[in-house]
């Protein structure tokens, strides 16, 4: 069904040397200033996600918080996997941001209570 809409959109969009599926009018790469303008801020009003102003809660880059962040709780993702797809550089870069998502007090909890149950039968 994506497929088909992407088909169909392709070849009504306006046309550009790149081959775009969401260029601007002129075929060329959208502006992220102008997205965030344009589209993203007034779905946000729209939507109700306001501060008490009344303006857009979330930048654009906040859709990248919120994936990783459904990442790790509902998908189980490793911190490996979540370094790789969002590009970090480093492990240490996820861990910093993300770290407190990947910590499990309960197992950890049971994780020592098993070491201690060793270490007193041995």
Not at 2 to 14: G, M, V
Request: net charge positive.
């Amino acid at each position: 069904m994506a497929i088909n809409a992407l088909r169909q959109w392709k070849s009504t969009c306006p046309a550009g040397e790149l081959g775009l599926a969401f260029p601007n009018n002129s075929g060329h790469v959208e502006g992220l200033p102008n997205i965030q303008r344009r589209l993203w801020d007034p779905l946000q009003v729209k939507c109700g996600l306001v501060d008490a102003e009344g303006q857009a809660r979330y930048r654009f880059h906040s859709l990248r918080h919120a994936a990783a962040s459904l990442f790790i709780a509902h998908l189980g993702w490793t911190p490996k996997r979540v370094q790789e797809v969002l590009g970090h550089a480093s492990i240490t870069m996820t861990y910093d941001r993300y770290g407190h998502m990947f910590a499990d007090p309960e197992g950890d909890r049971e994780a020592m209570r098993k070491l201690e149950a060793a270490i007193v039968a041995a």
